[in-house]
């Protein structure tokens, strides 16, 4: 059964920067997607950033580029992801999601696969 376990949010000034972890387990196939999403109150869900388990290629949401980055380490697993420069537009509950048999636009466009519990960033002074 595959699990996804968040970790990383909390409180955070602008301007500041947090990471977030996703550790996955119980995946069936060797190549997937895992991805960050997030939706913030009143808003629309949106996908953040995915990447890819086999070639490494990434999608990026255009209002987090330059700023947000998304890595993985296959050996533990897990994705993480670098958020700097944050603004207070970027409070949301962040979910990590992975799927398999979608590339990495295709799964943050259409936000696809199976969502973890989701973690709460706030961005605020």
């Known amino acids: 059964q595959l699990q996804l376990v968040e970790s990383g949010g909390g409180l955070v000034q602008p301007g500041g920067s947090l990471r977030l972890s996703c550790a996955a387990s119980?995946?069936?196939?060797?190549?997937?997607?895992i991805g960050w999403f997030r939706q913030a109150p009143g808003k629309e869900r949106e996908g953040v950033s995915c990447i890819s388990s086999s070639d490494g290629s990434t999608y990026y949401l255009d209002s987090v580029k330059g700023r947000f980055t998304i890595s993985r380490d296959n050996a533990k697993n897990t994705v993480y992801l670098q958020m700097n420069s944050l603004k207070p537009e970027d409070t949301a509950v962040y979910y990590c999601a992975a799927a398999g048999g979608t590339t990495v636009q295709a799964m943050c466009d259409m936000l696809l696969g199976y969502w973890g519990q989701g973690t709460q960033v706030t961005v605020s002074s």
């Open positions: 119980g995946f069936t196939s060797s190549y997937y997607v």
